[in-house]
């Protein structure tokens, strides 16, 4: 079983920064892609930022430029460091793994349970 806990969620006025992490662990043979999804509660859930296991990154257009994504191989962990939040920022953000373990031999989606982000304008 894997489980993927994140943390580093709060408030914050807009303009400040907040670091989200996200530490999966378990079973774990392998990690390839990790990322960060938010949802807001009118919204579906969308992509924020994504990291593959080679460093490729990608991100949504509304964070290019604030948020970065970067991850630490050896601690099975991904970060998300954001500036410049805006009130628009406010939402649950979610981080997702795509992990090998020693039981199933595949890459499986993984989710974390969330963390809160609210900023004040």
């Known amino acids: 079983q894997v489980q993927l806990v994140e943390s580093g969620g709060g408030l914050v006025q807009a303009g400040g920064s907040l670091r989200l992490s996200c530490a999966a662990s378990?079973?774990?043979?392998?990690?390839?892609?990790m990322g960060w999804y938010r949802q807001d509660p009118v919204k579906q859930r969308d992509l924020v930022a994504t990291t593959t296991s080679g460093g490729r990154t990608n991100y949504a257009d509304s964070v290019k430029g604030r948020f970065t994504i970067s991850r630490d191989t050896a601690k099975n962990t991904v970060y998300l460091q954001m500036s410049s939040l805006k009130a628009e920022d406010t939402a649950v953000y979610y981080c997702k793994a795509a992990v090998m373990t020693w039981d199933y031999r595949l890459y499986v989606d993984y989710w974390g349970r969330g963390t809160q982000v609210t900023v004040s304008a």
């Open positions: 378990g079973s774990i043979v392998s990690i390839g892609v």
